[in-house]
């Protein structure tokens, strides 16, 4: 393994108490939030409601949007412009509107008056062409057998329908979902100016189109979110018993705690910043789980090493040194991995947003709750029971006058007792 370090002497746990005070500001500010916010936000996937994904050709006044959905009784929804490095122009928002009742006819109802508030707002209404931003692959193909433009006698419907689909390709790949001239249509293959006429006068081009609508009720809501809590519970739960067999229960206790640590920060972090609970990061807080937790483990396997090689070393000196042995391998592992996730952040797009930021602040709190919570926990547990002077010495090893003969056996697995 390539070496960072070249035999680090590091005292970790002399800097416990440092440890303890970081994290109880980053815990206390988080939590603070959280409280004052009046619990963490959630997305549609747990709150329920109906989610509306618009892009407008030109970049929206929120005012004047807001305003539209208030006309239609739909004040309480909330706008969230989308933005990426890769598009930073993108022109899109999310709007969503909360579901009040288990009904999913009601939350069918709220999408409606979205799109109606949409067409109100933005003058589409008014015009008794269609929206050609809004065609589907099949109402082009219909529209273009009956117009019949290319003067097709043969297979009709099978070249239309082929035409419609590279049409309405161009709209959302090149124009982004919403064509503003359409005389662009004019570099699609096959799109003849008797087409192009066609179109022309059959169709307007609305401001906007809409991308995605998603409708999720409350009830579906509440129950993904009580399933996603006790996921994440028996996954502690495994890992507490396998650790517990594996080396002691201490160990396994100081693991979860160092882990629930890691959760509530991150929790903390997304109240701090605003970002939304969904089922995605809900799959990031578990891959943290198991990041972090495999961490831990390394450490504490290597503590175990060293309690057969230096019997007499006193304890936190030995945590130590275990510490410092497995360092340079935590440092790559642990930075290459967080750089891979930074740029999912940074050029993820907004989709992914929020399940790597989960993974951003989750490597950095998980990499440092490994030696700055979990071994420091065991270490205060070894002290508080007398085994502060020497790794194999205490209320383990009787009245020996050594300790050398129990340390391989307290801290070996279970089925080595």
Do not use: C
Not at 376 to 400: D, I, Y
Request: net charge positive.
């Amino acid at each position: 393994m390539i070496e960072l370090f070249k035999q680090p002497n590091i005292n970790w746990m002399g800097k416990a108490k440092y440890f303890y005070a970081l994290s109880g500001i980053l815990l206390l500010a988080g939590w603070t939030s959280i409280i004052v916010n009046g619990g963490l936000r959630y997305g549609i996937d747990f709150k329920g409601g109906t989610n509306v994904d618009v892009r407008f050709a030109q970049p929206p006044n929120v005012d004047k949007l807001r305003s539209g959905l208030v006309a239609q009784g739909l004040g309480n929804t909330e706008i969230q412009s989308i933005s990426d490095i890769s598009n930073p122009s993108s022109n899109e928002v999310l709007i969503f509107v909360e579901g009040k009742t288990q009904d999913d006819s009601d939350l069918d109802a709220s999408r409606v008056k979205v799109l109606n508030a949409l067409n109100a707002t933005y003058g589409v209404a008014s015009s008794n062409k269609p929206d050609f931003n809004a065609a589907t692959p099949s109402s082009l193909a219909a529209f273009l057998s009956e117009k019949d433009p290319l003067f097709l006698s043969v297979n009709a419907g099978d070249r239309y329908q082929q035409l419609a689909k590279r049409i309405l390709d161009y709209r959302d790949k090149v124009s982004s979902g919403v064509l503003t001239n359409f005389d662009d249509l004019s570099k699609v293959g096959s799109v003849t100016p008797p087409v192009l006429t066609a179109i022309k006068n059959n169709y307007a081009l609305g401001p906007f189109a809409i991308r995605n609508v998603e409708i999720v009720g409350p009830k579906v809501g509440a129950e993904l979110r009580s399933q996603a809590i006790l996921v994440t519970l028996y996954a502690l739960g495994g890992m507490l018993v396998y650790i517990a067999f594996r080396f002691e229960w201490v160990y396994g206790a100081a693991a979860v705690l160092a882990v629930f640590h890691d959760v509530l920060i991150t929790l903390g972090f997304f109240s701090l910043l605003h970002f939304e609970i969904s089922l995605t990061v809900i799959a990031a807080l578990l891959t943290l789980v198991g990041y972090s937790m495999n961490d831990t483990i390394v450490i504490f396997d290597r503590i175990r090493e060293n309690s057969r090689l230096l019997r007499k070393e006193p304890f936190a000196d030995l945590v130590n040194k275990s510490i410092n042995q497995t360092l340079s391998r935590t440092i790559l592992t642990s930075g290459l991995t967080f750089l891979t996730v930074l740029v999912l952040f940074l050029m993820g797009g907004q989709v992914l947003r929020a399940f790597s930021f989960a993974l951003v602040v989750g490597i950095v709190v998980g990499t440092y709750s490994s030696f700055g919570i979990a071994a420091p926990l065991v270490v205060a547990w070894n002290h508080w029971r007398g085994r502060g002077l020497a790794a194999g010495t205490g209320p383990a090893a009787g009245n020996k006058t050594s300790g050398s003969e129990n340390v391989s056996g307290r801290l070996a697995p279970a089925g080595r007792r």
